[in-house]
């Protein structure tokens, strides 16, 4: 079946633009969670979905970053006012019931802000 | 706070010898605890996955070894491939919160031919 994907695969934008990245899980997948990574490091937790609510933001690195998800499905994060140490890659992952449960990742978008 | 500690941050194995990763964690809550192997340019993807109930759990050539009291847990890939050389990634999550995990920095893996 279909795996996770992600849009745009690469986004170049400038200082202070919004940029808008979207997640496509796996289908039936009720859990969703963004992660960024940055060069040479780990995997850091953004923001988690259970259908379409968001219990827990407190990985968002900051108020310019945002998420929905809706349908249970798809998802967006936004980031506003881009700044360069934004540049990462910012991957989903989807899982069927989240709780300790597997994550599936997808491609990433990888994002810089020049 | 750094939950999750992965050593080494690189590995160079020849063909057919043993990489051997470890992990070790802080907090006693964790119960679930992945290992992903990402190529470059790509998402990770699941290897292999332990619950604490069991002490070793093996797969193909991948085995993870975990041990609760020390709270730590390894990957051991026997007959190392050059198609092994990867950035693994270790990671742990809780029973009853949302399931976000919790990476090590990841060890780059190198399988010389």
């Given at each position: 079946?279909?795996?996770?994907?992600?849009?745009?695969?690469?986004?170049?934008?400038e200082k202070g633009k919004d940029v808008e990245l979207?997640?496509?899980?796996?289908?039936?997948?009720?859990?969703?969670?963004?992660?960024?990574?940055?060069?040479?490091?780990?995997?850091?937790?953004?923001?988690?979905?259970?259908?379409?609510?968001?219990?827990?933001?407190?990985?968002?690195?900051?108020?310019?970053?945002?998420?929905?998800?809706?349908?249970?499905?798809?998802?967006?994060?936004?980031?506003?006012?881009?700044?360069?140490?934004?540049?990462?890659?910012?991957?989903?992952?989807?899982s069927p019931t989240g709780t300790s449960s597997e994550?599936?990742?997808?491609?990433?978008?990888?994002?810089?802000?020049? | 706070?750094?939950?999750?500690?992965?050593?080494?941050?690189?590995?160079?194995?020849?063909?057919?010898?043993?990489?051997?990763?470890?992990?070790?964690?802080?907090?006693?809550?964790?119960?679930?605890?992945?290992?992903?192997?990402?190529?470059?340019?790509?998402?990770?993807?699941?290897?292999?996955?332990?619950?604490?109930?069991?002490?070793?759990?093996?797969?193909?050539?991948?085995?993870?070894?975990?041990?609760?009291?020390?709270?730590?847990?390894?990957?051991?890939?026997?007959?190392?491939?050059?198609?092994?050389?990867?950035?693994?990634?270790?990671?742990?999550?809780?029973?009853?919160?949302?399931?976000?995990?919790?990476?090590?920095?990841?060890?780059?893996?190198?399988?010389?031919?």
């Open positions: 079946g279909a795996g996770v994907s992600q849009s745009p695969s690469n986004k170049v934008t979207r997640c496509d899980p796996i289908s039936g997948h009720t859990a969703l969670y963004w992660y960024r990574q940055s060069l040479g490091q780990g995997l850091e937790f953004l923001i988690y979905f259970q259908g379409n609510s968001a219990p827990d933001k407190s990985g968002l690195p900051s108020d310019r970053f945002s998420a929905e998800r809706t349908g249970g499905s798809v998802s967006t994060l936004t980031i506003q006012r881009t700044q360069q140490e934004d540049s990462a890659v910012y991957l989903c992952a989807s994550q599936y990742f997808g491609p990433g978008t990888r994002l810089t802000v020049t | 706070q750094q939950q999750v500690k992965q050593s080494p941050q690189s590995l160079i194995v020849q063909k057919g010898g043993i990489s051997i990763i470890n992990c070790a964690y802080e907090n006693t809550a964790f119960d679930y605890f992945p290992w992903y192997q990402q190529f470059p340019g790509k998402g990770p993807a699941l290897l292999i996955a332990i619950r604490p109930d069991v002490s070793e759990k093996k797969e193909g050539r991948f085995t993870i070894s975990f041990n609760k009291s020390a709270k730590q847990f390894s990957l051991h890939i026997m007959d190392s491939q050059p198609g092994d050389s990867a950035t693994y990634f270790c990671a742990a999550s809780t029973r009853g919160s949302q399931g976000n995990l919790i990476f090590g920095k990841g060890t780059k893996l190198s399988v010389k031919p």
